[in-house]
């Protein structure tokens, strides 16, 4: 499992009337996360029946990297905005590809 990727799904939930203002802050992500050393996939999907339901599909070469991106100063920046717009924390998974 070393040379194995981290894939992360990562679910963020915005409050009913925050939807444009939350979509707003993720989609401030995407660039500079796609320039981190280690991101391969960075995408922001938003659900076709559920408007409020944003997942992050990510893939990184290690943990190591993925800690680095969480602890990046545009992802601490977001996270510092979704106070009032998330119905709760979000929900960051992270995977090994099986098959």
């Given at each position: 499992?070393?040379?194995?990727?981290?894939?992360?799904?990562?679910?963020?939930?915005?409050?009913?009337?925050?939807?444009?203002?939350?979509?707003?802050?993720?989609?401030?992500?995407?660039e500079p996360t796609r320039q981190e050393t280690g991101a391969i996939t960075y995408e922001l999907l938003q659900n076709q029946h559920d408007p409020t339901d944003?997942?992050?599909?990510?893939?990184?070469?290690?943990?190591?990297?993925?800690?680095?991106?969480?602890?990046?100063p545009h992802l601490q920046e977001a996270a510092a905005k979704l106070e009032g717009l998330v119905a709760n924390a979000p929900d960051i998974r992270r995977y090994y590809l099986v098959a």
């Open positions: 499992m070393t040379n194995q990727t981290i894939r992360v799904v990562a679910r963020v939930v915005a409050l009913p009337d925050k939807i444009e203002a939350l979509k707003a802050v993720l989609l401030e992500l995407i944003f997942t992050f599909v990510e893939e990184w070469t290690s943990n190591e990297a993925l800690n680095n991106h969480l602890d990046s």
